[in-house]
C-alpha cells in the first residue's frame, strides 16, 4: 500500500499533493492548508471499512460512491430487496449482474447456453509434472521507491511500532498503473487459455499456475474489474481463449468478488464477532500465526504456510480447502482467525476477508453464505494437489503414524459439530459414515493427543 501510494503521487506529478502524517485528522488538516481550500471541499471516495467510513462522516468532507466493482451498492441493495425472503446466492447474483452488464449473453441467453462451466474446470493436475509449464509470470521491477518503502518499514519495527511476519522477498505484485496492465497483458495471453481447466488445482513447485495475479493491483483500484473483464473477452472473440476459462475468470471477478464486497455491507458490522455457529473456540497457535511452514510435516500445509511466509499470497484452493480446511477441523475461533488471514495476505481487506473466511472456510455463519461446511480430509487434498506424493502421511490413512490429519481431523471434526450440522440435509450421509467407522474412536483419540502442536 505504501508503494503504490508513493507510486502514485509521483506518476501524478503537480497533479498531486501527497501528505505523510501521523492521523488522517492531522492529513487532511495539512492538505486543506496546502490547497488553500477548506476540509468540506475535499472530496473522496467512500472507504472500504465501516470504521474508516465513519471517519470520513466525521470529519465532514464531501464522500463520493465507492469505485473499483462492476455492482454498486444501490444495484446491490436493489437485487437484495428484489429478493424477498429468498436466500442472496452467488448464482444468481452473477446472472443478473451478467444481464444487466450484458456481459457473455445472446440477447437473454448466456453465451454458449450456460450460465457456469465449473464441471469443466476442475482438472486434477497433470500426472508426473511439477508445473504447469507455462512461462514465467512479468514481475515488476523494484525501484528507488521500493527502497525507501522497506527502509520506512524496517524503521518501524526497529521502533516496535509494528510487527511484521512473511519473508522481506521481492514485490511480486503490481503497485501501478502501468504494472497493472502489464499483469493483464501477460495473463490474458499466457495464462488465461488454462485458467479455467486447473482453476482448482494445486501444485507445490507452481505457486502461480494460470492465476492472473491481479487481485493486489485491483484491491488497490490500479485496474478496473471490467476492463480486466473486456480483455478476457477480446481474447475469446479473437479465438485464443475457451469459453470454460473466460467465464471461470468474469465469475470470479464480476461473481465472486463484487459478491463479498456487497455482503460486507449487507451482513453488517458485528457479522465476524456475532458468528460462531459451532462454537470453535481454539486458539490460533504460533507455528500457524508466525507462518513457521518448515515445523510442520503434512506436506500441503507445510508448503501453503511457506508460501504464504515466502510471498503474502496463495490462490483461492489453499485458502479454502487447506488453510480454511485446517482451521475449520480444529476449531480455531471465528474472529482470531479471520484477522489473521487479513493480516497475512497481500490482497486482503476486512471486506475481503469477512465472508471468505467467516461465511465459506469456517461456516460461523451456520450456512448464510454455504449450504454446508466446505471440510474435506486428504482424498480431496490428493484429487486436486500433488502434494500427498511423498509426504509422510497417506490420504487413505486415519490412524497410526502415517494416518493423514486432514482425513483424520476431517472425521474428529464431523464428530465433534454433529448437534449443530445435524439438521443440513447435506451433511447427513457424511454424518451417517461416522457410525460405520470402526476406528473412529482411534482417529479421534489422535487428534487430541495431537492438540495444537504442529502436524
Wanted: aromatic content about 10%.
Amino acid at each position: 500500500m505504501w508503494s503504490a501510494m508513493r507510486h502514485c503521487a509521483r506518476d501524478l506529478e503537480e497533479r498531486a499533493v501527497y501528505i505523510r502524517a501521523d492521523t488522517y485528522r492531522e492529513g487532511l488538516g495539512q492538505a486543506a492548508r496546502r490547497l488553500g481550500i477548506e476540509a468540506s471541499d475535499i472530496v473522496v471516495s467512500d472507504p472500504t471499512s465501516y470504521a474508516a467510513r465513519r471517519l470520513v462522516r466525521q470529519l465532514g468532507v464531501q464522500v463520493e460512491p465507492s469505485r473499483g466493482f462492476v455492482t454498486s451498492e444501490r444495484d446491490f441493495a436493489d437485487w437484495a430487496a428484489s429478493r424477498g425472503r429468498k436466500r442472496l446466492l452467488l448464482e444468481d447474483f452473477y446472472r443478473a449482474a451478467r444481464r444487466r452488464c450484458d456481459v457473455l449473453m445472446d440477447g437473454d441467453e448466456p453465451t454458449g447456453g450456460r450460465w457456469n462451466f465449473d464441471a469443466e474446470n476442475r482438472l486434477s493436475p497433470p500426472k508426473g509434472e511439477r508445473t504447469l509449464g507455462l512461462p514465467e509470470p512479468w514481475w515488476p521491477t523494484e525501484d528507488d521507491i521500493d527502497e525507501e518503502v522497506r527502509a520506512d518499514l524496517s524503521a518501524a519495527v526497529g521502533a516496535g511500532e509494528i510487527r511484521l511476519v512473511g519473508a522481506a522477498g521481492p514485490r511480486r505484485f503490481a503497485v501501478t498503473r502501468a504494472e497493472a496492465l502489464h499483469v493483464l497483458e501477460d495473463f490474458v495471453r499466457h495464462r488465461l487459455s488454462d485458467f479455467g481447466p486447473y482453476e482448482d488445482a494445486v501444485m507445490r513447485d507452481d505457486w502461480v499456475m494460470a492465476h492472473s495475479l491481479l487481485s493486489v493491483p485491483m484491491n488497490l483500484g490500479l485496474l478496473d474489474p471490467m476492463e480486466a473483464i473486456e480483455a478476457v473477452i477480446e481474447q475469446w472473440d479473437g479465438g485464443d481463449a475457451g469459453l470454460s476459462s473466460v467465464e471461470g475468470f468474469i465469475r470470479q471477478v464480476m461473481g465472486w468478488r463484487d459478491y463479498v464486497w456487497h455482503l460486507y455491507w449487507h451482513l453488517g458490522e458485528d457479522y465476524v464477532t456475532r458468528s460462531n455457529a459451532l462454537d470453535a473456540r481454539t486458539a490460533l497457535p504460533e507455528w500457524w500465526t508466525d507462518l513457521r511452514g518448515d515445523e510442520v510435516t503434512a506436506s500441503c500445509l507445510s508448503s501453503t504456510l511457506t508460501d504464504v511466509r515466502e510471498r503474502g499470497w496463495a490462490h483461492h484452493i489453499p485458502r479454502l480447502m487447506i488453510l480454511g480446511n485446517w482451521a475449520l477441523q480444529q476449531g480455531y475461533e471465528p474472529a482470531e482467525t479471520t484477522e489473521w488471514f487479513t493480516r497475512v495476505f497481500v490482497d486482503a481487506y476486512p471486506w475481503v476477508m469477512a465472508a471468505n473466511v467467516v461465511g465459506m472456510a469456517l461456516y460461523a455463519d451456520g450456512g448464510t453464505m454455504a449450504t454446508k461446511p466446505y471440510a474435506a480430509g486428504g482424498a480431496y487434498i490428493n484429487r486436486m494437489t500433488n502434494y500427498c506424493k511423498g509426504c509422510a502421511y497417506r490420504p487413505t490413512e486415519r490412524t497410526g503414524e502415517r494416518g493423514c490429519p486432514f482425513t483424520a481431523g476431517y472425521w474428529a471434526f464431523l464428530d465433534r459439530t454433529r448437534p449443530q450440522l445435524q439438521g443440513n440435509h447435506r451433511m447427513a450421509q457424511p454424518l451417517r459414515g461416522l457410525d460405520r467407522l470402526a476406528d473412529l474412536d482411534e482417529a479421534i483419540d489422535g487428534v487430541r493427543r495431537r492438540g495444537t502442536d504442529p502436524p
